[in-house]
């Protein structure tokens, strides 16, 4: 299971961190990524970070904004979102791969958490 965690309202140029909490058979092997999909549009890919944490892929639209780590220890996966504007409102929703490769498209995870709001204010 996957639980998320983190968001809320802001205003444009502040900043949020989303957490992502993995229980069961969600582990630290596995390839965690974070998604967001807003009113009207698909799912889209966010960012994505290996099992050790050494390997990390971003959206365009939100990379040198936004910073995924991992805690393996605590299982638990983050999402860091500076700079924040209004088209970065959406619903975020963290995922677990079962393999050992990182993947960018929504189709590729095995599991989901139930999301989280983000609400940017201009």
């Known amino acids: 299971q996957l639980q998320a965690c983190g968001g809320g309202l802001v205003q444009a140029g502040g900043s949020l961190r989303l957490s992502c909490a993995a229980s069961?058979?969600?582990?630290?092997?596995?390839?965690m990524g974070w998604f967001r999909q807003a009113p009207g549009k698909e799912r889209e890919f966010v960012a994505t970070?290996?099992?050790?944490?050494?390997?990390?892929s971003y959206a365009a639209s939100v990379k040198g904004r936004f910073t995924i780590s991992r805690d393996n220890g605590k299982n638990t996966v983050y999402l860091q979102m500076n700079s924040l504007k209004p088209e970065d409102t959406a619903v975020y929703y963290c995922?677990?791969?079962?393999?050992?490769?990182?993947?960018?498209?929504?189709?590729?995870?095995?599991?989901w958490g139930q999301g989280t709001q983000v609400t940017v204010s201009s």
């Open positions: 995922a677990a791969r079962r393999t050992l490769v990182v993947a960018f498209t929504a189709g590729a995870y095995d599991y």
């Open positions: 069961g058979r969600t582990g630290s092997s596995y390839v």
């Open positions: 970070i290996n099992w050790s944490g050494g390997s990390t």
